[in-house]
């Protein structure tokens, strides 16, 4: 599971949740900004940790230090990451506004999910009408 942070402070918070479970992550710092991605394996984290992994990434999102208030970061851009049918992970970088609506009616799970939906019509070229999928 990958999540992207656009400052320290929110980072921090979230590896201090995986630190107190135990749970291996990598962080791959992005810029000098504070923008980093934080890798989790997914080996140990049950459904139920994940869940509330989740739960704290879309509280950290909604939070104007994570997103930027009038005195936070001038970034005004989030993502998700997309595992293509070759293995190859691409980052979709989506505009806050945009990820707030989103993560507003739809858990982070939900969100992947439809990315990843377009990701394989997208490979392969599906044209079929709707009334012809299952």
Request: proline share 2%; hydrophobic share 40%.
């Amino acid at each position: 599971m990958e999540y992207v942070f656009f400052n320290h402070a929110a980072a921090d918070r979230f590896r201090a949740e995986l630190e107190a479970h135990g749970l291996q992550h990598e962080i791959d710092a992005l810029d000098e900004d504070g923008q980093c991605c934080i890798r989790v394996a997914e080996e140990g984290l049950s459904d139920d940790l994940a869940e509330r992994l989740d739960t704290l990434y879309d509280r950290l999102l909604g939070e104007a230090d994570f997103l930027g208030g009038t005195d936070a970061l001038e970034k005004d851009l989030a993502g998700f990451e997309v595992a293509l049918s070759d293995g190859t992970r691409v980052t979709v970088p989506i505009p806050t506004e945009l990820m707030q609506k989103l993560t507003a009616a739809l858990s982070l799970e939900e969100i992947q999910s439809l990315l990843g939906a377009v990701a394989r019509a997208v490979e392969t070229r599906d044209t079929r009408p709707l009334c012809h999928f299952d």
